[in-house]
């Protein structure tokens, strides 16, 4: 057992910690961050996205039945996502066991990651936009959409079934931009209740083909809940905007790098983000807090009498 808890353990738990902090403060899915974190350590991306998916099934269900017990879930809009989102899930591994040998698959696999990033990037980016320009939902009850609903699952199942990337930060985009009316309470309730099943079908295909391997496992189940516990008791000190900010940025560099582009143009981007995204951010959120106090005040233009 001594044997077990080597340097490399403690230093997953430590990264594992860091990722469930940052999932806590913003409330992002965290396979969009642990995935790459692993790969960073490391972990041939196959092996990185089984123990991640297993992970998350574990670390899902508690958050889930948290918001089970409070009766936030929209239940109707949730089993449309896992018609969609269960089958495509479980198919995951066996599409990338279809890739071919181990290293071409790991190679394929990288490159999927880096997509999948990039693509959470720009929806958790969007998803800060959509809740800029209509802080919040007001309605409980609204009008179901089953096709597109079915088809966002799909997407999102077929993502995380790959990349274990997808689950908290496409799919909840993709649900805030179908269903910008219901409210922040039922929208997180929806997204993890559907997430359950979707992961933990994708986590059991990647068992049946790739297995896990414990010594990556173990760490993240340890660090991972408290790092989210710890990061959402952080939430109402730490301004969420920071936060919200840096994790796009090391999404867009992360994927840059795992497509390939050179590490000084890595860090000519990183470097412009940092200097150039926050004035847009203000610009853009001065914009748009002008146009929310012009619709609430229309006459706030016009001369006084």
Do not use: C
């Not at 997808?166 to 929208?187: D, E, Q």
């Not at 790739?210 to 173990?218: A, P, Q, R, S, Y």
């Amino acid at each position: 057992m001594l044997d077990f808890f080597t340097t490399d353990v403690f230093s997953l738990i430590i990264v594992s910690l860091g990722v469930g902090v940052a999932v806590g403060l913003t409330g992002m899915g965290g396979g969009a961050l642990m995935t790459p974190a692993l790969i960073a350590f490391g972990i041939p991306p196959v092996t990185a996205v089984a123990n991640d998916l297993v992970a998350s099934a574990a670390n899902k269900s508690v958050g889930a039945l948290v918001h089970w017990r409070q009766g936030s879930p929209h239940l109707r809009i949730a089993g449309w996502l896992m018609l969609g989102s269960i089958p495509t899930a479980f198919a995951g591994a066996f599409i990338v066991q279809s890739f071919g040998e181990p290293e071409e698959a790991n190679e394929i696999l990288l490159t999927i990651i880096g997509v999948a990033l990039m693509l959470a990037a720009v929806t958790y980016l969007a998803r800060m936009l959509v809740r800029l320009a209509n802080p919040v939902g007001a309605e409980d009850d609204v009008q179901v959409k089953p096709l597109r609903t079915v088809g966002i699952g799909m997407l999102g199942g077929t993502l995380v079934g790959i990349t274990s990337v997808g689950s908290g930060s496409v799919i909840m985009v993709t649900l805030l931009l179908l269903y910008p009316a219901l409210s922040p309470r039922k929208l997180v309730g929806t997204d993890l209740l559907q997430a359950v099943p979707l992961v933990v079908a994708a986590a059991l295909s990647h068992v049946i083909v790739t297995g896990v391997d414990w010594e990556v496992l173990v760490p993240l189940l340890i660090g991972g809940p408290v790092g989210t516990y710890l990061g959402s008791r952080l939430s109402t000190v730490v301004k969420p905007a920071v936060v919200q900010n840096g994790i796009v940025i090391v999404l867009s560099l992360t994927s840059l790098a795992l497509l390939g582009l050179p590490p000084v143009w890595v860090g000519v981007v990183g470097a412009a983000m940092l200097i150039l995204g926050p004035l847009i951010w203000a610009g853009i959120v001065h914009r748009v807090a002008g146009r929310g106090t012009a619709h609430k005040h229309p006459d706030s233009g016009r001369p006084p009498p």
